[in-house]
């Protein structure tokens, strides 16, 4: 079963980040240049928040805040993280449960990278196919034993 450390090694631990005072502008310009959809908001090294797509839409258009609103005013401050050595299939446990698709990964308090849910998705369906043909290798040395 991998683990979120597996996921990170594959994918890098690039972590993009901006401080509270930016704007809905940087945010939105980051992730178009950087092709995601969430960037952490940062004091340094101490997470404040998460700023995702989903953010914008609810707390920037539809409530009308313009693009130059600081971050801090519409970031989500209750910050869902994992470590390390947790398993992709708890991360997808988690993301579910809690409707999110972007996850901090931390680890003696300090932020080492993010995944996403496509991140996970990717590596439980990996897990899931190496398992299914480990069984059938199984299953067809056993039919030639017999």
Not at 33 to 59: C, H, N, P, S, W
Not at 68 to 95: G, H, I, N, W
Not at 111 to 139: C, H, P, Q, W, Y
Request: aromatic share 4%; charged share 25%.
């Amino acid at each position: 079963m991998a683990t979120v450390e597996a996921m990170l090694n594959d994918k890098g631990k690039v972590i993009f980040s901006l401080t509270p005072d930016k704007t809905i502008q940087d945010a939105l310009k980051m992730m178009a240049d950087k092709d995601v959809g969430a960037v952490l908001v940062m004091e340094g090294e101490k997470l404040l928040g998460i700023f995702t797509e989903r953010d914008y839409a609810r707390k920037g258009t539809l409530q009308g805040n313009p693009v130059t609103t600081p971050l801090k005013d519409v970031m989500t401050r209750q910050v869902y993280f994992v470590s390390p050595d947790q398993s992709a299939e708890a991360c997808m446990a988690q993301m579910v449960d809690k409707h999110f698709r972007h996850l901090p990964v931390v680890k003696d308090g300090k932020v080492v990278g993010v995944i996403s849910i496509i991140d996970v998705i990717k590596t439980v369906v990996s897990d899931k196919e190496a398992l299914i043909a480990g069984m059938e290798n199984f299953r067809m040395g056993m039919e030639l034993m017999s």
